[in-house]
């Protein structure tokens, strides 16, 4: 099975900067890689699809980028509402595979 | 609107069985690719069975034979029968709609909490 590891586990940083998260693949993997933002007690919310695509209503500063193995989630203008934990997932054959999370604190 | 909405979580003891449902309103059950993704407490996601809309389903290998998941068209409905429950299966469990083309879960319901304890 394909593992998908984030890194890193926890990241600090201050409104305003700009921040990376990767997800890198075990394997090569197809472009359906999806990102997630979910806040303490809520469910996740959907970010980016096929790796680079925003979804709808998801405010412009939230980037997507990789292919093959490494794969990057860049927030640009850190906002009060974007400390969360982000996730990564993959969709293959019928199956479905999450990162571990990242938590992304106040420094 | 679109929404899920689950049910049917609570406390049940090692080896019992349980019954989650998902009730779907703005688009009919039938017609989306739905997943169960469950969370244990202060871990991530980890997905758990997914319903296609042609009625094909799977599962993740660590509920495969003790899990069952199904739908009610009728009443719009998704559910999920867990049996021989474990404590490793304590977590929230959430009914999450997959967007076909995207292949990514795009609308997710407040989810509900299954605890596995004696």
């Known amino acids: 099975d394909i593992q998908l590891t984030q890194s890193p586990s926890t990241l600090s940083a201050s409104v305003g900067d700009r921040v990376t998260i990767t997800c890198r693949a075990s394997?090569?993997?197809?472009?359906?890689l999806a990102w997630y933002q979910q806040k303490p007690g809520r469910a996740p919310k959907l970010l980016i699809y096929?790796?680079?695509n925003v979804q709808s209503g998801v405010p412009s500063r939230f980037s997507g980028s990789g292919s093959g193995t490494e794969f990057t989630l860049t927030i640009s203008g850190l906002q009060p509402d974007d400390f969360a934990t982000y996730f990564c997932?993959?969709?293959?054959?019928?199956?479905?595979?999450f990162g571990q999370g990242t938590r992304l604190e106040v420094k | 609107e679109v929404q899920l909405v689950e049910s049917g979580g609570g406390l049940i003891q090692p080896g019992g069985s349980l019954r989650l449902a998902c009730a779907v309103s703005?688009?009919?059950?039938?017609?989306?690719?739905l997943s169960w993704v469950r969370q244990a407490p202060g871990r991530g996601l980890e997905w758990v069975s997914v319903?296609?809309?042609?009625?094909?389903?799977y599962y993740a290998d660590s509920v495969k034979g003790r899990f069952t998941i199904s739908r009610d068209s009728f009443n719009n409905i998704l559910s999920l029968q867990m049996s021989s429950l474990r404590a490793e299966d304590t977590a929230v469990y959430y009914c999450?709609?997959?967007?076909?083309?995207?292949?990514?879960?795009?609308?997710w319901g407040q989810g509900t909490m299954v605890t596995v304890s004696s």
């Open positions: 999450a709609r997959e967007d076909s083309v995207i292949r990514a879960f795009d609308i």
């Open positions: 703005g688009f009919s059950v039938s017609s989306k690719y």
């Open positions: 319903m296609y809309s042609g009625g094909g389903t």
């Open positions: 394997q090569s993997i197809n472009n359906w």
């Open positions: 096929k790796a680079s």
């Open positions: 997932q993959r969709y293959n054959s019928y199956s479905y595979t």
